[in-house]
């Protein structure tokens, strides 16, 4: 297996963006502020997603899943609702405002490709077909940095069975909405939009595949990926497609949007490795969001127990960027 290890060495966290485009802590700061101002003018952040808009509201809060367990504490819910990437809104972490321009109603999901039958399905009925609990995953970035937190929503694996894919179906590609009107980063025409990430099809129905559809016990806010993301904790964030619209089932390995921009830097993949540096940073440790931490990463996420098995024929390929 070719795995590039690299010394250890610290980056400064300026550095520590999937592009070039640096996140600067201030400005996060004074962004921050400028929404509390916004709030006691009137407008209130979406953390609550309590709004009319929500998309099967009533199935929150989901019965908990014993299964999954954290091993460390819960992000703060105000941390993680307002500390996003989500570039179709803006290219730094604070777009919780920019991202309440997202229309959630109607929202059709497409599944198709390698399918018996096509099927068209409004997001909202597709989730009431789901099998939908709650799960604690962690969540690591590929800046280095990470998250724990509790998401509600269903495994990816009964989505794949319901649309009944042909047996030569290989992978999974999953794409974003494409609405430049709605989300002005998608104006940037240098980015390849619409976001694209997939999975294998054993990847997809690996128990802790899931997509998610709320957090904290309510429906997605929109700055985290309404009305349905993907949730994959031990793959590096970028991995985790929000907002979805489509399902395709393909035999050929779809290209990502990170790869597509800097293939020598961002993999299909993307499984974490503290051993495997990224090209500019090591992955050797992570910040813990909201909590001034650094705490060493563990090899895939600390979920090597569930997911290890599904590399174990893959020595060639660059498993871990
Ligand atoms: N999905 C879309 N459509 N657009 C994005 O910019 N960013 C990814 C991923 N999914 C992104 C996306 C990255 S880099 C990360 S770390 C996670 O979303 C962040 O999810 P969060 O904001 O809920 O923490």
């Not at 966290?13 to 640096?22: G, K, L, R």
């Not at 953390?47 to 808009?53: I, L």
């Not at 309440?100 to 018996?116: C, F, N, R, S, Y």
């Amino acid at each position: 297996m070719l795995i590039k290890r690299r010394r250890g060495w610290e980056l400064p966290e300026s550095q520590a963006t999937p592009e070039a485009v640096f996140f600067d802590r201030r400005k996060l700061l004074l962004g921050m502020g400028a929404a509390g101002i916004a709030a006691s003018a009137g407008w209130r952040p979406a953390w609550g997603a309590t709004d009319a808009a929500a998309v099967a509201a009533d199935l929150y809060p989901a019965k908990r899943n014993p299964a999954y367990e954290l091993g460390r504490d819960m992000t703060e819910e105000k941390v993680a609702t307002s500390y996003n990437n989500f570039y179709e809104f803006g290219t730094s972490k604070n777009i919780v405002k920019p991202a309440q321009a997202l229309t959630l109603k109607p929202w059709q999901v497409k599944i198709d490709g390698m399918v018996a039958k096509d099927i068209t399905i409004d997001a909202e009925d597709l989730i009431r077909k789901m099998p939908v609990d709650e799960r604690l995953y962690r969540h690591r970035c590929v800046e280095a940095w990470s998250m724990a937190v509790p998401w509600t929503g269903f495994p990816l694996r009964a989505l794949v069975d319901f649309a009944a894919p042909m047996s030569g179906a290989k992978y999974l590609k999953m794409e974003t909405f494409s609405r430049p009107q709605e989300a002005s980063g998608q104006k940037q025409f240098w980015y390849p939009w619409p976001y694209t990430e997939g999975l294998t099809i054993e990847e997809a129905r690996n128990e802790l595949a899931y997509i998610a559809t709320g957090i904290y016990g309510k429906p997605m806010p929109k700055q985290n990926g309404a009305p349905l993301r993907l949730a994959v904790p031990w793959k590096y964030g970028f991995k985790s497609v929000k907002s979805i619209v489509r399902f395709t089932f393909t035999d050929k390995r779809p290209k990502t949007f990170w790869e597509a921009l800097q293939d020598g830097e961002y993999g299909f993949w993307a499984n974490v490795n503290p051993m495997v540096a990224h090209p500019r940073w090591s992955q050797a440790t992570e910040e813990v969001i909201g909590t001034g931490k650094r705490i060493p990463t563990q090899i895939y996420n600390g979920y090597g127990e569930q997911v290890a098995e599904l590399y174990k024929n893959l020595g060639s390929e660059k498993l871990f960027m």
